[in-house]
């Protein structure tokens, strides 16, 4: 409510002057780390993440956006956060900076409590100091996955693994931050990162026989709707958890036959294999799908359907490896935490 407040005062006032935020000390990515005018000083953390370019990138005019990748602070090290944060005196931090590896966090639970639970406490001490509104990217790994129905934002959590567990606890402190909001989302993929799309895309092109789990289900979210999704709702007066994914649930192997069939790829290379089936150090919940009952009353239109997002972006992936301009990502491997 404050940062909204401010924004629009902002916006509104005849003389708001144009202001810049300059992380000289940086060695951010150039695209994560922008300079930007604006009425309202944003600092982003893991801007060099997947999603953290796409929140910097897709910033609306009214923000000046500082990227804060690992290489400015370490944010498990409250010296460095406080440091890195401060330098910024931002109106609003969008936490995007996590420790993703879910099945290393399975095997160093310490690891992710650190990234997850330490760095997120370190972020919303300089927020509740600078008057700051905190936003925390949160994940559906922190249900069980085991009801029938969609999970909403008043439902309980109870998370299954450590990485579900150390995001959980991450909420808590950034709730301790008066005017925080939570951001719960899903089966992440874009330009940005390595993601499930990309590895299985590359997997077939590469001639391999794929498996891939069959009942096990989401939303697939592309990080440029979940930036402007996240930016729309900064602002509003939001508080509290909110959960955010683009429109429409299909399982795990229903999206990589999608992306092979965007991608004009043989789909018979690919078969489902139960999760049960599927050898991995970690329990995952099965059917965690996201529902929001808070998008509609906040004005908050709906993300677009998830088959028109893959079909973006598996032709920006065609793009770069037909010899274009590389959209950002790089590698195969699966991040879909
Ligand atoms: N990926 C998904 O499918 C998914 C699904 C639901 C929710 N989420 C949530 O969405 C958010 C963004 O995820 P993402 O996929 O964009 O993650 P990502 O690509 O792994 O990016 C996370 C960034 O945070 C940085 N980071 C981690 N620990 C840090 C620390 N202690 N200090 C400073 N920087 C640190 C990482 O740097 P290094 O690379 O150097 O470690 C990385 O650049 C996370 O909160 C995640 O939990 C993700």
């Known amino acids: 409510m404050r940062a909204m407040r401010h924004y629009h005062a902002c916006r509104d006032a005849a003389d708001a002057a144009l202001r810049f935020v300059d992380i000289g000390w ?29 929140v910097c990138r897709y910033a ?52 992710a409590w650190r990234g997850n639970v330490l760095a997120t406490r370190n972020v919303a001490a300089v927020a509740a100091q600078l008057g700051a509104r905190l936003v925390y990217i949160s994940t559906d790994y922190v249900f069980d996955g085991a009801s029938d129905s969609p999970y909403t934002e008043s439902d309980e959590p ?39 799309i990309r590895s299985i895309l590359s997997a077939a092109r590469g001639g391999k026989s794929l498996r891939v789990v069959d009942d ?10 979940l930036a402007h999704g996240i930016w729309r709702l900064i602002e509003t007066d939001a508080t509290g958890i909110v959960h955010m994914t683009n429109t429409g649930v299909c ?15 043989d789909g018979s290379q690919i ?23 808070r998008t509609g009353e906040l004005g908050i239109s709906p993300l677009r359907h998830w088959r028109d997002a893959v079909r973006e972006y598996v032709a920006l992936l065609c793009h770069e490896w037909d010899g274009g301009d590389a959209p950002g990502g790089s590698g195969a491997g699966e991040s879909m935490a």
């Open 26 to 54: 940086s060695n951010c990515y150039p695209d994560a780390c922008m300079k930007r005018t604006g009425s309202a000083t944003a600092a982003v953390t893991g801007a060099a993440g997947m999603l953290g370019q796409d």
């Open 60 to 111: 609306p005019t009214w923000a000046a956006v500082a990227g804060l990748t690992r290489a400015d602070a370490d944010l498990s090290v409250a010296e460095q956060a406080r440091t890195a944060l401060e330098a910024v005196r931002a109106d609003v931090i969008i936490h995007c900076a996590a420790y993703t590896d879910v099945d290393g966090a399975t095997c160093d639970p310490n690891a």
């Open 158 to 196: 109870s998370p299954i693994n450590a990485y579900g567990e150390s995001k959980l606890l991450g909420e808590r402190e950034a709730a301790a931050v008066e005017d925080s909001v939570i951001v719960r989302t899903q089966w992440l993929y874009g330009p940005g990162g390595r993601n499930f």
């Open 216 to 225: 096990e289900r989401g939303h697939p979210s592309y990080t440029p709707d």
């Open 251 to 265: 399982s795990r192997l229903e999206l990589a036959q999608t992306a092979l069939e965007y991608a004009g790829l």
């Open 271 to 293: 078969s489902g294999i139960a999760s049960a089936d599927w050898v991995s150090p970690t329990r995952r919940p099965l059917n965690a799908v996201l529902e929001s009952e």
